[in-house]
């Protein structure tokens, strides 16, 4: 499967005003999160980019994709499979000021790689979880409370500071 890092806009010989909307496959490089590693769980990463000459010159571009992940839950550290719905914007407008200059386009060739990892990394959740509801790790011995269940116990440890106290006497 061809994969487009670069993708070349002028190349679609677009008219003022006219768009085309394309099926292509990126490389998704892994993230690194709290520690972690993320990365996609396919090779490549299926994106859909709508490209829309502007009148004038320069373009409006979107980007969608669903990235599907896989990494390390932060709570049972079993893996965990987050699939991240991306619907990104940009504007390039050569002479239209900073707003409407894209960093993913230079000299009418589109960053897709770039845009793509970086549009994937503002959707990650800051926390990748197995399932909302995930039960963790027992703080105590470290089981899987998934697992484990909820009767999972241990006996307190009876706390120091009463231990002493019961060694006082009080005459
Ligand atoms: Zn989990
Ligand atoms: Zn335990």
Known sequence: MALTDDFDLGALALGPGEGRRLSLDVRLAPF???GQTYR????????VLDVAR??????????RLSARMTGPCV????????ELGVDAREVDQPGGGEELDSPYVHDDVLDLAGWTRDAVSLALPT?????????????????????AGPEHRH????????AKLSELRFD
Do not use: K
């Not at 006996?155 to 009463?162: G, M, S």
């Open 32 to 34: 690194a999160l709290g």
């Open 40 to 47: 996609g769980r396919d090779a490549s990463q299926p994106v």
């Open 54 to 63: 502007l009148s004038g010159s320069g373009y409006s571009l979107r980007l």
């Open 75 to 82: 709570r049972c550290l079993e893996e965990a499979a987050p």
């Open 127 to 147: 926390q990748v979880v197995c399932r909302p509801e995930c039960a963790g790790l027992c703080a105590v011995c470290g089981a899987n409370l998934n697992q």
């Open 155 to 162: 006996e307190r440890a009876p706390d120091r500071r009463w």
